[in-house]
């Protein structure tokens, strides 16, 4: 069987571009906005002055700097074509220019505009709550499960008086009809709410090493990457003086893996797992180091529970992601070496693939961060999570064509 974990329809967003969210470390509600813009709403319009066709090709020129990413899929309106309407993906690009593939295309007039496009999921109850947001996928083929984010503080939650760590409690349900009420919740057993005041399985915007910890003020890097199956969110939430500045980000993430068995829910969510948030650490579980149920899990359902299993890169083995092979570039030129990212059951068998998402076997120790390299998406993490000094490591997400 050859399966293929990377979908050519995968998108990205970051903190670098225009039109997307810049937050702080502050912010009461970071991570929403970071999801409105992405799930839901996606970019700016922006004016195209001028349209060029060659073969397929078709370069929209925006006259000034257009804040796309390579990769990225935008919508594109107003053009006489109907063939250049719609979603595309940026192929090639200069400051000013943007180019997408159209098969047939011919006309290169209208009253064009283009903007980034969001991945297509719904905020079920709106924004009327500005701490609160249940996401479901709009897509055809999603399964359409809830996830829902609570960044407000129950009483007695025990954090900074002034300056308390930025997160949302993460649930998982099948549905919801009413903002919080989850019906069918995969994990509400592991959140355990009547016993932890704050749950069990966060989103960290910005965090200390403990939960008591005042959190100071700096902007937060980020990244999402995903389409209308899967998302996930790279996140450098770290308040902790070695990491604050580093840019080492967080994989967080939600939707559906690729299941070998395809009767199975494949329904995932990657989240930081500690009772009430009381665990103390100067970073949490998710960065280069596979294979260990200790450090990149993902929950899923196993054996008619969601629980945790283990993300691996080959079987049983363990390793670190970008921080260990040769290095990048190699001798003999620009070729980075990738591999998928495997879910394992409680008996090590896989059960599946983590979409989009990649094992990097090259030494690139944090370089790269941002930048696109064959069709790869590169994320500086942690190599290890728990030491109080930084050890930048490198994940990969396909994000090409």
Known sequence: MIINSTPSNVTWFSSSQS??????????NGIIKILDACLVNGGIERSVLSVTIDGNNVTLDFGLGHGFNLYQIIYISGADDALINGNHKVIDMTNNTATIEVVGALV???????????????????????LKRAYRSLAASSAKR??????????????????????????????MQTLGVQINSYTSAINNKPTNQNGALFWYQARGSSKTTAIDNFTVPWMVIGNGNFFYLCIGFSSYSSYKTSGIKE???????????KAVDATFLIAPNSNDDTASSYYSEFGGDFGSLSYNYVFSSVDSAFKKSTIAFAGNNTGYSGATGGSYPSPSG????????????????II????????????????????VVDGCLISMVQRIGGNPFTEPANVGFYVGV
């Open 19 to 28: 039109s997307m969210p810049t937050i702080n470390s502050m912010d009461e």
């Open 108 to 130: 290169d007039t209208g009253v064009i505009k283009a903007k980034i496009a969001p991945l297509g999921y719904e905020s079920i109850f709106g924004t009327t709550d500005p």
């Open 146 to 175: 809830v996830i829902y984010l609570d960044m407000s503080y129950p009483d007695g939650a025990g954090y900074h008086s002034t300056s308390p760590a930025r997160r949302a409690m993460i649930d998982v349900c099948e549905d």
């Open 251 to 261: 994989t967080y993430g939600f939707g559906e893996y690729i299941a070998l068995d």
């Open 334 to 349: 620009n070729f980075l070496f990738t591999l998928p990212l495997k879910i394992l059951n409680t008996t090590k068998s």
């Open 352 to 371: 599946g693939f983590m979409p989009a998402y990649l094992f990097i076997e090259h030494q690139m120790l944090g370089n790269n961060d941002g930048q």
